[in-house]
């Protein structure tokens, strides 16, 4: 994302507690950076003033195990931090908050949503309202807030509900054990480790690649007068584990996957059955999915390559 918005003519600035360059590194020199905490709100609106901001991609957050852990902290990381954000973006007039949401913020997906490529869920499928989850909360929270500033204050809003992801970079510290099967089936196979799949191999998922969920960010940051203000952004179809490993096997035919019998595996999380309607992020935003397993390995190769990325084997 922020690599695009470079090509693009744009002064990103990226503010972050914890600076990773890892992914950006040919890039860095030319990035604005700001160390701060994303609910340190004086430094956010003095960032925001300073620089003239037009428009806001809102990424920050923690992941589901850690609200858990500290739901407290949690709350404040991931929805007092929107809402802060909101309101130094109406105070500096900004124009628009971009807001990662995520497939959290709906209802459990079930009945003939559920492992079917069929019926797609889109956005007014029911949001969640039920205690399952620190995560789920506060992205409900955020999108709610998000819609309030706009009725309230002309802010425009857009949230993004993203479906599984996965690409270079998952297994960093931060992400922890999020569907990270993914990242295990790709990058053993690039080390030459087999790879033993003991989730269920014939399901459909819709996962959708990091450079696609980059894309979609931006171009909510640009789309004219969307409409609608809250997006699905998927693949656009779903891929079961056994299609995703003989796509791999495509880039890297020596890769060994076997599939087990199990329904899942510990220590690989994967994302639930289902497949997201991206009608909407289609018509309004301009959105439309450029990666398939297969051109999503030959990309995360070249990457891995031009950043000089450790690659990691996964049990």
């Known amino acids: 994302m922020t690599r695009q918005l470079l090509e693009m003519g744009h002064h990103p600035i990226v503010l ?107 956005e007014d499928y029911p949001i969640f309202l039920r205690a399952s989850g620190v995560y789920s909360a506060t992205k409900v929270a955020s999108e709610l807030m998000g819609l309030n500033y706009q009725h309230l204050f002309g802010l425009q809003f857009v949230a993004l509900r993203f479906a599984t992801t996965y690409g270079p970079g998952k297994l960093a510290p931060r992400h ?22 003991q989730q269920d191999v014939n399901v459909p998922h819709d996962m959708t690649y990091t450079r696609d969920v980059g894309n979609s960010v931006v171009l909510a940051c640009f789309a004219e007068n969307p409409e609608h203000s809250v997006f699905h952004v998927g693949s656009g179809r779903g891929y079961t584990l056994r299609e995703f490993g003989d796509r791999v096997k495509q880039v890297i035919p020596t ?33 439309e999915p450029q990666y398939d397993p297969a051109t999503a390995v030959k990309d995360w190769l070249h990457w891995l390559e031009r950043l000089n990325l450790p690659v990691i084997a996964s049990a």
């Open 16 to 122: 972050d507690n914890r600076p990773d360059f890892s992914l950006l590194s040919d890039i860095a020199a030319d990035i604005q950076l700001v160390q701060a905490d994303v609910r340190d709100f004086a430094t956010i609106l003095r960032t925001l003033k300073e620089n003239r901001v037009e428009r806001i991609c809102h990424l920050a957050g923690l992941y589901p195990r850690a609200c858990d852990a500290d739901p407290l902290v949690g709350f404040q990381t991931n929805a007092l931090s929107t809402v802060q954000i909101l309101e130094a973006a109406r105070l500096a007039g900004v124009q628009r908050v971009v807001y990662t949401s995520s497939v959290a913020a709906i209802s459990p997906i079930s009945g003939d949503y559920f492992r079917s490529e069929h019926k797609a869920v889109a």
């Open 176 to 197: 922890g054990n999020i569907n990270i099967i993914w990242q295990c089936i790709v990058e053993n196979a690039m080390l030459g480790v087999p790879t033993r799949l």
């Open 255 to 287: 890769a060994v996957i076997e599939a087990g019998v199990g329904q899942g595996g510990a220590g690989s999380a994967i994302g639930g059955s289902y497949l997201l309607d991206i009608g909407l992020a289609r018509k309004e935003l301009g959105y």
